[in-house]
């Protein structure tokens, strides 16, 4: 079945450093894939998304590029900040159920200054 | 415009209890979710509601788990009676079609049953 495999957390970084958190995926067929984010205290909210192979999501300093040779769609910003602490969740609709969401465990980042 | 609110925020109750969550969706958004996350593991999708109607309750884990949506606006998530496992945190997310891309969610509402 479908299934979203993330790097564990968390991650520790100072500020200014690259991020990379790894994302893979297994599904029937090209779904669209997601990154989630949650601050703290906050709910979840689309950080990027992509639709086909080879797009490139973006958002806030985020990239993301969907990879199918791979079954990847690693998350990666060059140059964090404080303000990105938070947990990061990478995901995507079900087979043949585009109200559903399959979520990976989540990664925490923690940014210190 | 007021996001998708759930309630309460934190709820701790003993083991055989009951406990009612609430997810005020964003108005005008027919499609609303709920999803859990357990022990810090991944967000599992429970259940999708369009208007007052159950669209697919295939996540809901057992009949201790009772979700209404009455009159299409509000939606309740009642447990009863409450066990250790399902302890964790409950997001709700509403839509106004039924793509996942538009689903707004919720704080969440942290549940822990001792």
């Known amino acids: 079945g479908d299934s979203v495999t993330q790097m564990e957390g968390p991650v520790t970084l100072s500020e200014e450093a690259f991020l990379t958190i790894n994302c893979t995926y297994t599904a029937t067929g090209y779904p669209s894939l997601f990154w989630y984010v949650q601050y703290p205290g906050e709910g979840l909210q689309l950080l990027l998304k992509a639709t086909k192979a080879d797009d490139k999501g973006s958002n806030k300093g985020f990239e993301a590029t969907y990879r199918k040779e791979t079954t990847s769609f690693h998350l990666e910003k060059g140059s964090v900040q404080v303000s990105d602490s938070a947990v990061y969740f990478c995901?995507?609709?079900?087979?043949?159920?585009?109200?559903?969401?399959?979520f990976g465990a989540g990664t925490r980042l923690a940014v210190h200054p | 415009e007021a996001g998708v609110t759930q309630f309460p925020s934190h709820s701790v109750i003993e083991k055989g209890q009951t406990v009612t969550l609430r997810c005020d969706p964003i108005?005008?958004?027919?499609?609303l979710y709920w999803y859990r996350r357990v022990m810090g593991k991944e967000i599992k999708f429970l259940l999708h509601?369009?208007?007052?109607?159950?669209?697919?309750e295939s996540g809901m884990p057992n009949n201790r788990f009772l979700a209404e949506r009455t009159g299409g606006t509000y939606s309740t998530l009642k447990v009863q009676p409450a066990e250790l496992e399902d302890s964790g945190v409950y997001f709700c997310?509403?839509?106004?079609?039924?793509?996942?891309?538009?689903?707004?969610f919720g704080q969440g509402t942290r549940l822990t049953v001792v």
């Open positions: 509601f369009v208007k007052e109607s159950k669209q697919d």
């Open positions: 995901a995507l609709p079900i087979s043949g159920g585009y109200n559903k969401l399959i």
């Open positions: 997310a509403s839509s106004q079609y039924a793509g996942p891309t538009e689903a707004f």
């Open positions: 108005s005008g958004h027919d499609n």
